[in-house]
């Protein structure tokens, strides 16, 4: 499965912005749908996932309250909403898809999409 993301930009702290992961293929149900950032000089981090129905999704506790992750698989993309916005969620943006359950680490997801850039300005 192929990922493009896209919807990052800048914002100011306290702004919203909602990030969009569109994907190819017949198969979107058949993936779990992960979001991760990555600061700059810091490890790529978990965001937020979502199971293939959209009934179970897990948030890193940094912005559990503030971010909502959905998916419709009838239009094949997953979404992040992020209200609230702070400085330090600046980082480049990327979703990632993986077959079987709901996982937060890196490593456990097959497909990555290009990445979009998140900028909250103080």
């Known amino acids: 499965v192929q990922l493009q993301a896209s919807g990052g930009g800048l914002v100011q702290a306290g702004g919203s912005l909602r990030l969009s992961c569109a994907a190819s293929g017949r198969t979107f149900s058949s993936y779990v749908m992960g979001w991760f950032r990555q600061a700059p000089g810091k490890e790529r981090e978990f965001v937020s996932d979502?199971?293939?129905?959209?009934?179970?999704?897990s948030y890193a506790d940094s912005v559990k309250g503030r971010f909502t992750i959905s998916r419709d698989n009838a239009k094949n993309t997953v979404y992040l909403q992020m209200n609230s916005l702070k400085p330090e969620d600046t980082a480049v943006y990327y979703c990632a898809a993986k077959l079987g359950t709901i996982a937060v680490h890196p490593t456990q997801y097959l497909y990555w999409g290009q990445g979009t850039l998140v900028t909250v300005s103080s």
């Open positions: 979502i199971n293939m129905s959209g009934a179970r999704t």
